[in-house]
């Protein structure tokens, strides 16, 4: 059934290892480490349990990396976002400092760790968000095709055709890729992330263009393409709270 949750456990080489399985409308399965170190895996309704516990079984050890990693850092949880002067934000791992600036004109700069926003009425939080939300969209689209320019580069043996940037806010992925369409489409919370760690999901979905599952194929290309995509990954999960 989709979007069906069950518990199972499955043996593994670091012993018996528990995750909730969702069936989804995906194409590939998905294995994700929460930071309170439960293990969720998403996969389609076709796919059979012993595949995917199969496939547990083959990232037990990034899976046992990545709990230990979570128990050693106090848990955080995100807040919501007010826009209030003195909040503070994080873009490419560095803190922006918000200032609400009452004017005539609406409209957001930054000037190097501070974003003003400038707004007619300090006081209508939903304004201040929509200018908040409307230059975190223009930088996100800037930063987000500077990186995708720079890894389309490297896969110029492929010659895949540039892809399409989408943005989302999404609560369980970083990004995902429509091959047969030309998409990406990417988290805008990743912009909150350091760059390399931002390269690593795109570097991730455009493997998809010439791998659409996550066979030993694809992993064997996303080695050569980011040899350093487990740390930036681990980095991503540690830093970013979805």
């Given at each position: ?67 230990e990693?979570f ?12 826009c ?9 791992g ?26 007619r ?35 110029s ?64 290309l ?21």
């Amino acid at each position: 059934m989709t979007g069906s949750k069950e518990k199972h456990t499955v043996l593994t080489s670091d012993g018996v290892q528990e995750y909730i399985l969702e069936r989804k409308r995906v194409k590939n399965i998905n294995l994700r480490v929460r930071p309170d170190c439960t293990v969720w895996v998403s996969a389609p309704s076709r796919v059979p349990v012993s595949e995917i516990e199969s496939f547990i079984r083959s990232r037990c050890r990034y899976i046992r990396r990545a709990a230990e990693y979570f128990r050693s850092r106090p848990q955080k949880a995100r807040t919501e976002l007010q826009c209030a002067s003195g909040e503070k934000i994080k873009l490419l791992g560095t803190d922006i400092e918000l200032k609400i600036v009452q004017d005539s004109s609406e409209y957001s700069e930054r000037d190097g760790s501070r974003l003003y926003i400038h707004v007619r009425d300090r006081g209508n939080k939903e304004r201040r968000k929509k200018l908040f939300s409307a230059w975190l969209d223009e930088v996100c689209t800037e930063i987000f095709t500077e990186i995708m320019h720079d890894v389309h580069e490297r896969f110029s043996e492929y010659d895949l055709p540039f892809p399409q940037l989408k943005l989302r806010t999404m609560t369980s992925r970083w990004g995902s890729c429509h091959p047969s369409k030309g998409i990406i489409t990417l988290n805008r919370r990743l912009i909150e992330a350091p760059r390399h760690c931002i390269e690593q999901v795109v570097t991730h979905e455009f493997c998809h263009f010439v791998h659409p599952d996550h066979s030993k194929d694809f992993y064997a290309l996303l080695q050569h393409m980011y040899p350093e995509w487990r740390y930036s990954k681990a980095v991503l999960e540690s830093s970013v709270i979805l």
